[in-house]
């Protein structure tokens, strides 16, 4: 069965500055999605980013980046030039035929 | 705007009360989701629903049964709540084959508490 582990439950970053988010998965499949979440307090899950499995190519979008090591099974996050309204919880998660699976989230702070 | 609506933001309930949550998109998705999220827990799949009146189960069924008689609403149905089923619950939604280029589109969550 697939899983997706976030291992950093909780992280800090000052303002402005640059944080990586980690993540690894375990799959036998060769073809499947990845995401990032970020969930803000208003609770609301957002998609920030998607990478498709079959792309080598890293996917950004405006300051978030991944880097996506398909034969490591690992994803993570990038955030540059962070902002308060980045702190939020943030899942990552694996998607395949009919179901996403979520990792267990990371809270990440911002400090001013 | 598109969205999916879930009828509560909070809601409290007594145990062994039967506890209706409601969920509406108005993207003409077929797939619908219901999930629990708890802290440390991450988001865990209760039930799934490919198209009206059909259903799958999940990571997490026990306790839960859900509903799905239009294409747009999708009930998650607690027949006998329990404090254990104290959560936050999303629901989700998101067009068959789009193949997750676009993800889930995510309700704003209920938060339920049973006293």
């Known amino acids: 069965a697939q899983t997706v582990t976030q291992s950093q439950p909780e992280m800090s970053v000052q303002e402005a500055e640059t944080v990586t988010l980690s993540c690894t998965y375990d799959?036998?499949?060769?073809?499947?999605?990845l995401f990032w979440y970020k969930q803000p307090p208003s609770r609301q899950m957002i998609l920030v980013i998607r990478?498709?499995?079959?792309?080598?190519q890293n996917a950004t979008e405006n300051r978030f980046s991944v880097n996506f090591q398909k034969a490591a099974k690992s994803f993570s996050l990038k955030i540059s030039d962070s902002q308060l309204g980045d702190a939020a919880m943030y899942f990552c998660?694996?998607?395949?035929?009919?179901?996403?699976?979520f990792g267990k989230g990371t809270r990440l702070h911002i400090l001013p | 705007d598109v969205k999916v609506t879930q009828s509560s933001r909070y809601l409290v309930k007594r145990t062994g009360e039967k506890v209706f949550l409601e969920c509406v998109q108005d993207?003409?998705?077929?797939?619908m989701f219901w999930y629990r999220q708890d802290p440390g827990l991450g988001l865990r799949l209760i039930y799934f629903?490919?198209?009206?009146?059909?259903?799958e189960k999940g990571d997490i069924p026990e306790g839960y049964s859900v509903s799905r008689e239009k294409k747009e609403r999708f009930s998650l149905i607690l027949e006998s709540a329990s404090t254990n089923q104290t959560s936050m619950y999303l629901c989700?939604?998101?067009?068959?084959?789009?193949?997750?280029?676009?993800?889930?589109?995510f309700g704003s969550g209920t938060r339920l508490t049973v006293v």
């Open positions: 989700a939604s998101r067009h068959t084959g789009t193949v997750y280029k676009a993800g889930y589109t």
């Open positions: 799959t036998s499949e060769s073809d499947y999605y």
């Open positions: 990478q498709e499995a079959y792309k080598q």
């Open positions: 998660a694996y998607g395949r035929d009919d179901k996403i699976i």
């Open positions: 993207m003409d998705h077929e797939n």
């Open positions: 629903s490919y198209d009206v009146k059909m259903k």
